[in-house]
């Protein structure tokens, strides 16, 4: 990516940010307060030397005395208003921008979503911020107000001494090129780190979601090998990293404290014994020549820390950056389902999964989709529930294209309930009242009946106030799928979508599941991806999908026994039932 002037990455990084003129305006005002006050002390100097030493007055010496401590108490005063501002600053910042990410990550389409691993995201969010949070004041206050100092000293030194100042310039360009140099290589070492910890990153993450497999399939050392190959790659990096870095800091060391310090003893001694100068002018001279070394060493030093960290500014940058859903808030009218020619394919997969597919659904009508694992099921369902965008087809939803409607309006419309079905780390009523959150007690009460959980709920010990650990993991497969058909019961849309949601159930539990599915959906829109006949037989339509083509379209009653692809799907799994009830 191009290099950003420091001003624009400040635009990039307050868009759609307030709070940081005010404080950052407050801190220049104390720059410009501690600036004027910096230049006194030296000037203080000559005057205690040339006037005082040499010129043997005592009272002017007390009236120094008392300048330095007025000086001192209204520099102390400054820094803690700086640090007043500065953490306002921060704190208010890294509370809007975590949040503004967030925002984003939420309000992208899921394709966009898809791109990102989680250690990527983790790292944006938590790591990537925190350099973010120091460019206010280290990369962009600090910078000008260095750029303005140094001017100010340079005009100084000129006055003092223009041709001992002109002389001591000539070591200026010299560290900039050997700064810049150093940059660069800072920089790609910091792209390469970045890098290999977000995917360390995504790895741990990957790892710990999947311990109990690790454990199971005895991956244990694969695992640590893995990490091992991954510390050895940053360690290198990172050393890398440091060795540029630290070369700098020597170079600049070497230079203020040996190369330019001896030259200008050695001149202005020259200078002195010439008569072209007075003592207490050249060092004078010396003192602020340091100052404005030190300048010049931050600008540099700023310019490298900036390729260094860039990086990281960058990655928060494409985030805010990114197109969120600009979609119609617009109402579903009914449950009325059309999909005409629909195709899609996943990123960076060449082939379609599924093919040109079309179907209705009558509002209150109940479909079935069958097929076999990896046929295309699941892809239809996150389709229709607006989760991913088809390349190819239409799909009207109670009158509207639920591509050209944003995420809010389908889910006040649309459930849709998964297989592993998505919990999270609360209690079991903060998990069920996500959907409804005026729900009241008796509501949840009821529908976690209807699904056959209320049961199970009371034998835990905090029944509804009990949390049910990272994805669920305290309740077993089953009992996840029955909470989440609870929560879909409680959410009460027009149109419900069952992605093979009570596959874990067993067939007694899934029948009373399904009648009260039933029940409650008599004038609802149902579509369910199931495998078991039990839930397909009373459906008012069934589709059979091979290779995302729709193979065959009808009843039960006009399926079985006439479609090869209806009856091997459940020949296969059921061979006797199917025996006995469909008389083959
Ligand atoms: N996120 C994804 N990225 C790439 N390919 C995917 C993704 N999800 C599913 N697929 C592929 O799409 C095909 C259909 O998957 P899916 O709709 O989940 O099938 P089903 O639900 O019928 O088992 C499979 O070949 C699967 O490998
Ligand atoms: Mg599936």
Same mark, same amino acid.
């Given at each position: 990516?191009?290099?950003?002037?420091?001003?624009?990455?400040?635009?990039?990084?307050?868009?759609?940010?307030?709070?940081?003129?005010?404080?950052?305006?407050?801190?220049?005002?104390?720059?410009?307060?501690?600036?004027g006050?910096?230049?006194?002390?030296?000037?203080?100097?000559?005057?205690?030397?040339?006037?005082?030493?040499?010129?043997k007055?005592?009272?002017?010496?007390?009236?120094?005395i008392?300048?330095?401590?007025?000086?001192?108490?209204?520099?102390?005063?400054?820094?803690?208003?700086?640090?007043?501002?500065?953490?306002?600053?921060?704190l208010?910042?890294?509370?809007?921008?975590?949040?503004?990410?967030?925002?984003?990550?939420?309000?992208?389409?899921?394709?966009?979503?898809?791109?990102?691993?989680?250690?990527d995201?983790?790292?944006?969010?938590?790591?990537?911020?925190?350099?973010?949070?120091?460019?206010?004041?280290?990369?962009?206050?600090?910078?000008?107000?260095?750029?303005?100092?140094?001017?100010?000293?340079?005009?100084?030194?000129?006055?003092?001494?223009?041709q001992?100042?002109?002389?001591?310039?000539?070591?200026?360009?010299?560290?900039?090129?050997?700064?810049?140099?150093?940059?660069?290589?800072?920089?790609?070492?910091?792209?390469?780190?970045?890098?290999?910890?977000?995917?360390?990153?995504?790895?741990?993450?990957?790892?710990?979601?999947?311990w109990?497999?690790?454990?199971?399939?005895?991956?244990?050392?694969?695992?640590?090998?893995?990490l091992?190959?991954?510390?050895?790659?940053?360690?290198?990096?990172?050393?890398?990293?440091?060795?540029?870095?630290?070369?700098?800091?020597?170079?600049?060391?070497?230079?203020?404290?040996?190369?330019?310090?001896?030259?200008?003893?050695?001149?202005?001694?020259?200078?002195?014994?010439?008569?072209?100068?007075?003592?207490?002018t050249?060092?004078?001279?010396?003192?602020?020549?340091?100052?404005?070394?030190d300048?010049?060493k931050?600008?540099?030093?700023?310019?490298?820390?900036?390729?260094?960290?860039?990086?990281?500014?960058?990655?928060?940058?494409?985030?805010?950056?990114?197109?969120?859903?600009?979609?119609?808030?617009?109402?579903?009218?009914?449950?009325?389902?059309i999909?005409?020619n629909?195709?899609?394919?996943?990123?960076d997969?060449?082939?379609?999964?599924?093919?040109?597919?079309?179907?209705?659904?009558?509002?209150?009508?109940?479909?079935?989709?069958?097929?076999?694992?990896?046929?295309?099921?699941?892809?239809?369902a996150?389709?229709?529930?607006?989760?991913?965008?088809? =390349?190819?087809?239409? +799909?009207? *939803?109670?009158?509207?294209?639920?591509? %050209?409607? #944003? !995420?809010?309006?389908?889910?006040?419309? $649309?459930?849709?309930?998964?297989?592993?079905?998505?919990?999270?780390?609360?209690?079991?009523?903060?998990?069920?009242?996500?959907?409804?959150?005026?729900?009241?007690?008796?509501?949840?009460?009821?529908?976690c009946?209807?699904?056959?959980?209320?049961?199970?709920?009371?034998?835990?010990?905090?029944?509804?106030?009990?949390?049910?650990?990272?994805?669920?993991?305290?309740l077993?497969?089953?009992?996840?799928?029955?909470?989440?058909?609870?929560?879909?019961?409680? =959410?009460?849309?027009? +149109?419900? *979508?069952?992605?093979?949601?009570?596959? %874990?159930? #067993? !067939?007694?539990?899934?029948?009373?599941? $399904?009648?009260?599915?039933?029940?409650?959906?008599?004038?609802?829109?149902?579509?369910?991806?199931?495998?078991?006949?039990?839930?397909?037989?009373?459906?008012?339509?069934?589709?059979?999908?091979?290779?995302?083509?729709?193979?065959?379209?009808?009843?039960?009653e006009?399926?079985?026994?006439?479609?090869?692809?209806?009856?091997f799907?459940?020949?296969?799994?059921?061979?006797?039932?199917?025996?006995?009830n469909?008389?083959?």
């Open positions: 990516m191009k290099i950003m002037t420091r001003f624009k990455i400040y635009k990039e990084l307050t868009n759609g940010i307030s709070g940081t003129k005010k404080p950052l305006i407050a801190l220049s005002f104390l720059k410009l307060w501690a600036l006050i910096g230049i006194i002390p030296p000037l203080l100097y000559a005057y205690l030397i040339n006037s005082v030493m040499i010129g007055n005592i009272n002017k010496l007390w009236a120094i008392c300048a330095y401590i007025l000086i001192y108490i209204l520099l102390t005063v400054g820094i803690v208003l700086s640090k007043k501002f500065s953490n306002r600053l921060i208010k910042y890294d509370i809007k921008i975590k949040h503004m990410l967030l925002k984003k990550y939420t309000t992208i389409d899921s394709m966009s979503y898809n791109k990102f691993s989680t250690g995201v983790k790292s944006r969010i938590e790591n990537d911020t925190v350099v973010v949070e120091s460019f206010f004041t280290d990369y962009f206050l600090e910078f000008y107000y260095d750029i303005i100092y140094s001017f100010v000293l340079a005009i100084i030194l000129l006055c003092l001494n223009w001992l100042a002109l002389l001591s310039l000539i070591f200026i360009p010299m560290t900039f090129v050997v700064v810049n140099f150093l940059g660069k290589k800072t920089k790609q070492a910091g792209e390469k780190l970045w890098k290999i910890n977000t995917k360390y990153e995504t790895f741990l993450h990957m790892t710990f979601q999947n109990k497999d690790v454990k199971i399939n005895n991956l244990e050392d694969k695992l640590f090998e893995e091992n190959v991954y510390y050895k790659k940053i360690r290198r990096i990172w050393f890398l990293n440091q060795i540029y870095w630290h070369l700098g800091l020597s170079f600049s060391f070497f230079q203020r404290n040996f190369i330019t310090q001896m030259f200008l003893y050695f001149v202005g001694g020259l200078f002195v014994i010439k008569g072209y100068s007075e003592v207490g050249v060092l004078v001279f010396i003192n602020f020549y340091g100052q404005f070394y300048l010049i931050n600008i540099c030093d700023s310019i490298i820390r900036l390729k260094n960290d860039s990086v990281n500014i960058e990655k928060v940058i494409e985030i805010l950056n990114l197109e969120t859903e600009k979609k119609a808030n617009l109402p579903i009218i009914d449950g009325n389902i999909v005409e629909l195709s899609f394919k996943y990123q997969n060449d082939e379609f999964v599924l093919k040109n597919i079309s179907f209705e659904v009558k509002n209150g009508e109940h479909l079935a989709i069958v097929g076999e694992s990896g046929s295309g099921k699941s892809t239809i996150k389709i229709l529930s607006g989760q991913i965008i088809p =390349q190819k087809g239409n +799909i009207l *939803i109670g009158g509207v294209d639920i591509n %050209a409607i #944003d !995420s809010k309006s389908i889910s006040k419309k $649309i459930s849709i309930v998964m297989q592993e079905p998505t919990l999270f780390n609360l209690t079991v009523r903060e998990n069920l009242l996500m959907v409804k959150p005026e729900a009241k007690d008796e509501e949840l009460t009821e529908c009946r209807k699904a056959s959980i209320y049961d199970f709920i009371e034998t835990l010990p905090n029944k509804f106030d009990t949390i049910i650990g990272e994805k669920g993991v305290k077993s497969g089953g009992q996840k799928q029955r909470l989440s058909i609870a929560r879909a019961f409680l =959410q009460n849309n027009d +149109i419900i *979508i069952f992605d093979e949601s009570t596959s %874990a159930l #067993d !067939s007694e539990k899934e029948r009373d599941i $399904i009648n009260e599915i039933k029940n409650l959906s008599k004038d609802k829109t149902l579509i369910s991806i199931a495998h078991r006949l039990s839930t397909i037989q009373s459906c008012d339509k069934v589709i059979v999908i091979k290779d995302g083509f729709i193979m065959a379209e009808g009843t039960h006009e399926l079985k026994g006439k479609n090869e692809n209806y009856d799907l459940f020949k296969k799994q059921y061979n006797n039932w199917y025996r006995k469909m008389s083959i």
